[in-house]
């Protein structure tokens, strides 16, 4: 048992009410942190998170126009350009023309895509094991909720 030295200067981390732990930005940045390196231990090098929510948004929709997909995953247009080039690189997804209308692009996973969609998923539920198996079950919800609060506010 390790007995606390009482001339030790207090852990300014411990204190939840000091600066920086008090404001929520320092919190939403350490837990991002967090967050990135789990994913890239346990999930990939390779497909980032922000690509899995991409794949994501293909498999459920089928398809989408970059614009469409700017608005799924809250990105702007020269980030999701960007991100569709490497993965249809990478073979994950596919460009076409659309049927409806033929200036317009749209996305569609390809069967390699749907491969790794398939073989990430259970990864990123480890992540999300990971960063918030310690609180329950309410807690969690509570936290995502506020979350979503703090992103609609903006």
């Keep these: 048992m390790t007995v ?3 001339e030790a200067e207090p852990d300014p981390e411990a204190d939840p009410d000091a600066e920086p732990q008090r404001y929520t930005g320092y919190l939403i940045r350490r837990a991002q942190q967090a967050h990135a390196a789990a994913w890239t231990r346990i999930v990939s090098t390779e497909t980032s998170s922000v690509q899995y929510s991409i794949i994501v948004a293909l498999a459920r929709r089928g398809e989408a126009s970059q614009r469409e997909l700017c608005d799924a995953v809250d990105l702007d247009r020269s980030t999701i350009a960007d991100l569709v080039r490497r993965m249809e690189r ?3 997804l596919s460009r076409r023309r659309s049927a409806d209308d033929a200036r317009r ?3 569609v996973l390809t069967e390699q895509g749907r491969a790794e969609h398939a073989h990430l998923r259970p990864r990123v539920e480890q ?3 990971e960063l918030t198996g310690s609180l329950s079950a309410d807690d969690r919800d ?3 909720e506020g979350l979503r609060q703090v992103l609609r506010a903006r």
């Design 4 to 6: 606390a030295d009482p």
């Design 105 to 107: 692009n749209t996305v």
């Design 127 to 129: 992540v999300e094991q």
């Design 142 to 144: 509570r936290l995502r």
């Design 90 to 92: 990478r073979g994950l």
